[in-house]
């Protein structure tokens, strides 16, 4: 199973003196790996121990709850809109940053909506940046993710139904405040991933395991 060094994870083995263990199948996140610079935390390589097959946090049959939603400077505007009418229909909103459009690197928030789908503290996760693939190549490296940018309710729509996506990109550039809304409509509340699917998906996640 790959796992993810974030941020805290830095911190804490700064407090406590030590290196950080990783093999090939862990992901550092870019803002972690500045953080380790800034601190002198050392990444120990060590042989990977292989894993089993890790299965992505999918919210089937029922509508997801607690959402988690971030954006670049790109999609900031955006995610206030979103993160606003969202609530708005009583789901529970984690907005994981920025809190301002100033210029910031689209992976080191992707990352962190994608960690909390993975660890299963978000039902979903939600993403945009100015187009919406790059933060969706970002999330898709992180275990149990199955991240889709959509640019329609059809792709929104299909991405559940037939890729078990719990995590959507939006662009910012390429759609629009009340398209974004209809995309995440139908993203949430399409019923996920018909059985026959299962077995593609499961090609996807255990790739290079």
Do not use: W
């Amino acid at each position: 199973m790959k796992k993810l060094i974030g941020e805290e994870a830095i911190r804490r083995a700064a407090t406590e003196g030590r290196s950080v263990r990783v093999d090939a199948h862990t992901v550092i996140t870019p803002a972690a790996r500045d953080l380790a610079a800034q601190l002198g935390v050392v990444f120990e390589e060590s042989a990977a121990t292989g894993g089993c097959a890790h299965e992505p946090r999918i919210f089937a049959n029922h509508t997801p709850r607690k959402i988690a939603i971030a954006a670049d400077h790109g999609g900031f505007y955006l995610k206030e809109e979103l993160k606003d009418y969202l609530r708005g229909k009583n789901f529970m909103v984690t907005d994981l940053g920025p809190e301002n459009a100033q210029p910031c690197d689209y992976p080191d928030f992707a990352f962190k909506v994608a960690l909390k789908v993975s660890e299963g503290e978000a039902d979903a996760g939600i993403m945009i940046d100015s187009v919406g693939i790059g933060s969706a190549m970002a999330a898709n490296r992180v275990p149990g993710v199955l991240a889709a940018k959509c640019n329609n309710v059809t792709e929104a729509r299909s991405a559940r139904e037939h890729n078990y996506a719990n995590y959507l990109t939006l662009g910012s550039k390429i759609i629009g405040v009340t398209a974004a809304k209809e995309i995440c409509d139908a993203f949430l509340n399409t019923p996920g991933g018909a059985e026959r699917h299962r077995k593609r998906i499961a090609k996807i996640l255990n790739h290079n395991k």
